[in-house]
């Protein structure tokens, strides 16, 4: 009876050694988050970064799926910059001596951050090989640890009988996305960006949530690995190739009125793709990209974001505005290859975008003439756009590609992609169910070209 028993659980043991295998994986990682604070109208958090750093789990289900976990610290680190000078009719914002800063500056400014113990839960998809690509998310559940709102120097911020201003937890929802490297049949290395979502206000009832776009590097240890486990066969690998990119984002804001007063903008783009040969002529493109879109404002008026025709007569100062709208996109093409050496490909499909951060920011110009004085002020502002437009943007997509192979499989290109937004970016109403300032006949969609250069790397 005994030897059965030790059998049985021999056999038992043996078996989650087997399963455990190649299935999970465990190691550290470090690096930097950029602090992404939703605020009120009058005011802009500009991005400051923080460190990152903890441990995680991984669980392979299959060979296309994984399971990861773990617990971190992170630091949002922030510097808020309010503008009590409105730009938005009927506004009810009052200009006070304490706001003002020498130079003609009308930011007041404070510092402050929040530090969290994080435990993730995320399901990724993955591709098989040495080089692997992971793409995906989950949820978060986060533990407030400074010592001025929950430790021993909570007594010196807070009176006894007072509500307690930070929430003690907090949780959200993250998209990620990596790279990875094995190097042996234990050790592997890492890339890892991804960007969170906070849901609880800091502080309460302040309509400011915790968010950011984090960059992470690590080392991964399988600490049951076995050199007998067979990898996955060449034959779906060699089918899958990564395609990092990077080029310019040539944005430009369709408007329903006076769209000839929008002018173009230029940033950088950049992005992670992974591309499925369907056919040796037809393949499925899909990624992360990172874009920014928006447009710039010169005219003689009040508003910065949205062209608002100065009434007749009316003392308008010269503006001078750029809005910068920073989106995750997530594309879906077919790619039409040719078979000539210098492919030209032509992609055709779909995207979705995530906004990220949205801000106005430039110069008010306003003179005063007097028979006695003629004086000029410059008035500089910065301000956060987020309670006015929609989280998201989708809309159809059309590309034209430029590829040549070079050395061991990998292949050079340069592409150009049109996308058309769909949506008009405007909320109807804001949260408290007040109207928008700029009217419901107005809409403002995204228009942007990008110009892109990469290179494409086969799994194997």
């Given amino acids: 009876m005994k030897y059965k028993t030790h059998l049985t659980i021999f056999l038992i043991f043996f078996s989650v050694h087997s399963v455990f295998a190649q299935k999970l994986t465990i190691g550290i990682e470090n690096g930097i988050n950029f602090s992404n604070s939703r605020n009120y109208l009058s005011q802009s958090t500009p991005s400051q970064s923080g460190p990152v750093n903890g441990i995680f789990a991984k669980f392979d289900i299959g060979n296309w799926l994984l399971i990861q976990s773990g617990i971190n610290h992170t630091n949002y680190y922030y510097k808020s910059l309010s503008n009590p000078d409105p730009f938005y009719p009927k506004s009810a914002l009052i200009l006070t001596s304490k706001n003002l800063k020498s130079g003609g500056n009308w930011f007041a400014s404070k510092s402050w951050n929040n530090n969290f113990l994080r435990v993730p839960l995320l399901l990724k998809f993955k591709t098989p090989g040495k080089l692997s690509f992971e793409m995906g998310g989950g949820a978060y559940y986060a533990f407030l640890t400074n010592d001025e709102f929950t430790g021993k120097d909570k007594e010196i911020y807070y009176d006894e009988e007072e509500d307690d201003l930070m929430p003690s937890n907090d949780w959200g929802w993250i998209l990620a ?186 110069v008010r110009t306003s003179k005063y003439i007097h028979t006695s004085e003629f004086r000029i002020t410059d008035r500089y502002f910065n301000y956060n756009l987020e309670r006015w437009l929609k989280t998201s943007d989708w809309g159809p997509m059309l590309g034209l590609k430029l590829q040549y192979p070079i050395f061991l499989r990998t292949a050079v290109f340069i592409s150009v992609n049109q996308e058309w937004g769909a949506l008009n970016l405007l909320k109807d109403t804001d949260k408290d169910g007040n109207e928008n300032p700029f009217g419901k006949d107005i809409e403002i969609k995204n228009r942007s070209l990008a110009i892109q250069f990469g290179f494409q790397i086969p799994l194997k």
Avoid at 260 to 275: D, H, K, M, R, T
Avoid at 315 to 337: G, H, I, Q
């Fill in 177 to 362: 996305t990596s790279v990875t490297y094995t190097i042996n049949d234990r050790f592997s290395v890492f890339a890892n960006g991804q960007t969170t979502y906070g849901q609880k206000d800091f502080p309460k009832d302040s309509n400011k949530k915790n968010g950011s776009t984090e960059l992470t590097f690590g080392i991964g240890y399988k600490p049951f690995s076995s050199k007998k486990v067979k990898q996955p066969t060449d034959t779906v690998r060699h089918k899958i190739q990564l395609i990092p990119h990077a080029g310019i984002n040539i944005a430009k804001t369709k408007s329903s009125k006076d769209n000839e007063n929008y002018q173009s903008s230029v940033a950088f783009a950049s992005g992670l793709s992974i591309e499925f040969n369907l056919s040796d002529e037809v393949k499925l493109l899909s990624g992360v990209w990172y874009e920014r879109k928006g447009h710039s404002l010169k005219y003689n008026g009040s508003s910065p974001f949205i062209y608002i025709k100065p009434e007749e007569g009316e003392n308008t100062p010269k503006m001078e505005a750029e809005t910068r709208l920073d989106y995750l996109t997530f594309p879906l093409l077919l790619e039409l290859v040719s078979k000539t050496k210098l492919q030209i490909n032509i992609n055709l499909g779909v995207y979705y975008s995530l906004l990220q951060n949205s801000i106005v920011r430039g």
